[in-house]
């Protein structure tokens, strides 16, 4: 299926807030905080896996999902968040749906890694209130977006998975439903 | 050129009954093949509700062990619509009136099916 990754980065931009001058400030910080991410992704499935419908999704494969974790979060601070940034997390988003992850997973994992990332910058830029609190603003707008990204994704998945189902069932080929969805264009 | 013929196997069907109001066509896919049709009617639509409609038909048929499906009717206070498979790739649609007799319509339906599957 094409999407407009374009139309999307706007979106979720103009959702989140992401304005060019905060991307400046997550890759300013992005020098000190990098080194210091490794940390957060390990406390972040050390967490998980105490929840217990989290680690079915798990099982054997915490370590390979720490590398791609870490290599995500490292991209929150080096940008640039652009379509082929959009067009990744996307693609997360799918990857989500395949393996069948609930939707609420990654809003609930999202906030997880948005704590450990406000305590960080809090023990990091604390002592300058006002920098400490555009850092913070600036990650909001970052993680926001991504997470919306993610959720488009999901959407759409879920729309063309509910969609196969309804062909199946209906016994109506694929060209068959174009072709009605063409006529009624205008509804 | 077979739409033509088409068009003429229709407009037999829609002479042989007064009480038949339109005729169609079309391609088990939901495209219009050809059609006699008022002015008023959308072919696109007509086409691609008629297949999705034996379609669905096909569906529930198998489904509720009814054997293989001949037709499907559809009776509003305005009519009937009759759809039957003019072979296995196209579906022919007839729109007749509420007050129509229905055993003749069969009767034509078959006729004209069995000529549209032999034509294509």
Known sequence: ?187 | MRSDMLVSILSDLNGASADIEATAVISTDGLTMASVLPASMDEDRVGAMSAAMLSLGDRTAQELARGELEQVLIKGDSGYVLMAYAGKEAVLTVLAKPNAKLGLIFLDVKRAASSIAELL
């Open chain 1, 1 to 187: 299926m094409s999407y407009d990754f374009d139309k999307l980065t706007s979106y979720g931009k103009s959702f989140s807030e992401l304005t060019p001058e905060r991307e400046a400030l997550l890759i300013e910080v992005g020098k000190e905080i990098k080194p210091k991410l490794a940390s957060i992704t390990e406390d972040f499935y050390q967490y998980l896996l105490t929840i217990p419908e989290a680690t079915t999704f798990l099982g054997g494969r915490v370590e390979s999902l720490k590398k791609t974790h870490i290599l995500w979060m490292e991209g929150l601070f080096t940008g640039p968040f652009d379509k082929a940034y959009t067009e990744h997390m996307y693609k997360v988003g799918d990857v989500h749906v395949k393996v069948k992850l609930p939707v609420e997973f990654m809003a609930g994992a999202m906030t997880l890694i948005n704590q450990r990332l406000t305590a960080l910058i809090v023990e990091t830029y604390g002592h300058d209130k006002d920098y400490c609190a555009q850092v913070l603003t600036a990650i909001s707008a970052v993680t926001g977006m991504s997470l919306l990204m993610m959720q488009q994704s999901y959407q759409a998945s879920t729309l063309l998975e509910e969609l196969e189902k309804f062909l199946k069932i209906s016994g109506m080929s694929r060209a068959l439903f174009t072709n009605l969805a063409t006529a009624y264009r205008d509804i």
